[in-house]
T-cell receptor, first 111, second 113 residues
Framework: DAGVTQSPTHLIKTRGQHVTLRCSPI?????VSWYQQVLGQGPQFIFQ???????GRGNFPDRFSARQFPNYSSELNVNALLLGDSALYLC??????????FGQGTRLTVV | AQSVAQPEDQVNVAEGNPLTVKCTYS??????LFWYVQYPNRGLQFLLK??????LVKGSYGFEAEFNKSQTSFHLKKPSALVSDSALYFC???????????FGKGTRLHILP
C-alpha cells in the first residue's frame, strides 16, 4: 500500500516568491492536514481538510492557503515567502479522529 | 486550551536498559493521545495511540505507553533499549473540535552502546 506521498522533497525559493506543495493521501483517507515543522520544534498545525472542505486553520497568516481536490489530494500554497517560512512541511492523512499518517515532508528553504 | 508538555529535551539511556520518555497533557474532555518518532531528515512515524480502554497501550518496535488519567500523563516506555531507537520522539493530542493534532516540542532519545 502506498503511504502519504509529498512532492517535491526539497526546494529552494527566493524571498517574495510563491510556492506550491502537493500531497496525496493514503487511499480511502478523506482527511488531509498540513503542518509546519521549524528546526528544533514540534510540528505546528496549518490546515485540515475533510471532504474538500476546510475544517480547521491554525495560527498562520493569510499568505498560507490550501485546497483539497475531488480525489482527496491537496495543495498548500504560500505567497510572498519570508525567510522564516523555511521549514519542513508535513502532510498527514487520516480517517476522522484517529491516528494521522505523515508523508516524508517537503523541505523548503527560502533564501 | 489543549496542550502537550515533554519536560525533557534529551534522554540518554544505555543499550539494553529500560527507557521512559515523559509526556503530560491538558485537554477538555477525553484525550486522544499519540506518540510519533522522527528519524533525521524524515517525516513522522506513528508508534502508538490511546483512544479508550486499557491504560497500557502497546505499539510498534516494542514500545508501549501508560495512560494515567489522574496524573494526566502518557509516558512512552520500552523494556530494553536498542541503539536504533535513537531518534526524536513526539507526544501529541488530537483536538476533537477541529481535528488538529497538537504536538509537544519533542524529546531526543540517545541510546548509548
Amino acid at each position: 500500500d502506498a503511504g502519504v506521498t509529498q512532492s517535491p522533497t526539497h526546494l529552494i525559493k527566493t524571498r517574495g516568491q510563491h510556492v506550491t506543495l502537493r500531497c496525496s493521501p493514503i487511499s480511502g483517507h478523506k482527511s488531509v492536514s498540513w503542518y509546519q515543522q521549524v528546526l528544533g520544534q514540534g510540528p505546528q498545525f496549518i490546515f485540515q481538510y475533510y471532504e474538500k472542505e476546510e475544517r480547521g486553520r491554525g495560527n498562520f497568516p493569510d499568505r498560507f492557503s490550501a485546497r483539497q481536490f475531488p480525489n482527496y489530494s491537496s495543495e498548500l500554497n504560500v505567497n510572498a515567502l519570508l525567510l522564516g517560512d523555511s521549514a519542513l512541511y508535513l502532510c498527514a492523512s487520516s480517517l476522522r479522529l484517529t491516528e494521522a499518517f505523515f508523508g516524508q515532508g517537503t523541505r523548503l528553504t527560502v533564501v | 486550551a489543549q496542550s502537550v508538555a515533554q519536560p525533557e529535551d534529551q534522554v540518554n539511556v544505555a543499550e539494553g536498559n529500560p527507557l521512559t520518555v515523559k509526556c503530560t497533557y491538558s485537554v477538555s474532555g477525553n484525550p486522544y493521545l499519540f506518540w510519533y518518532v522522527q528519524y533525521p531528515n524524515r517525516g513522522l512515524q506513528f508508534l502508538l495511540k490511546y483512544i479508550t480502554g486499557d491504560n497500557l497501550v502497546k505499539g510498534s518496535y516494542g514500545f508501549e505507553a501508560e495512560f494515567n488519567k489522574s496524573q494526566t500523563s502518557f509516558h512512552l516506555k520500552k523494556p530494553s533499549a536498542l541503539v536504533s531507537d535513537s531518534a526524536l520522539y513526539f507526544c501529541a493530542v488530537r483536538d476533537i473540535r477541529d481535528d488538529k493534532i497538537i504536538f509537544g516540542k519533542g524529546t531526543r532519545l540517545h541510546i548509548l552502546p
